[in-house]
């Protein structure tokens, strides 16, 4: 199983792919920091299973570099374009926050998760909230990750 990681927060991506590399047994995992490297990646190689942070830079951080205009809905944005493209692949989203958007397009964290159910009913496979303290998030991401090694 190839498995793709678009997480920005340093701390949390380490812990996700630490977490697969450990749990899940044989999978292939890339880490990447932004959008614009979400979407290359994809391009180059579609992932069996995307695990999306929710508001993204655009693009990666350089040391003196900016990263862009931000994106609040960067993970949804990912999901949409994905399904424009006709792509096969699955996404969990795994974030911290429990608000996105901006301006027009806020969200709790629930009206999130419906809206995604919604729209990218063949892609998304639900939110998880990520907390460095619980455990809870781990064992949600890791039910993910085996239920999908189970269809293959």
């Known amino acids: 199983m190839n498995i793709l990681v678009v997480e920005d927060d340093v701390r949390k991506g380490d812990a996700i792919v630490a977490l697969l590399r450990e749990e899940a ?8 920091r932004s959008y614009q490297s979400g979407m290359r990646s994809i391009s180059e190689s579609v992932p069996d299973l995307l695990i999306l942070d ?6 990666d951080a350089t040391p003196g570099q900016r990263s862009g205009k931000p994106r609040p ?3 949804f944005e990912i999901m949409r ?43 998304f496979l639900g939110s998880i909230y990520y907390a460095q303290s619980s455990s809870d998030w781990k064992l949600k991401l890791i039910d993910v990750v085996v239920a999908l090694q189970g269809k293959k």
């Open 81 to 123: 374009k994905i399904r424009r493209r006709g792509l096969q692949t699955r996404a969990v989203v795994v974030t911290q926050l429990d608000h996105f958007g901006d301006g027009g397009h806020e969200y709790d964290f629930e009206g999130l998760n419906r809206k995604c159910h919604e729209e990218f009913p063949d892609t």
């Open 54 to 59: 929710m508001s993204l830079p655009n693009y």
């Open 25 to 32: 047994g044989e999978l292939g995992v890339n880490l990447v």
């Open 73 to 75: 809905l960067g993970g």
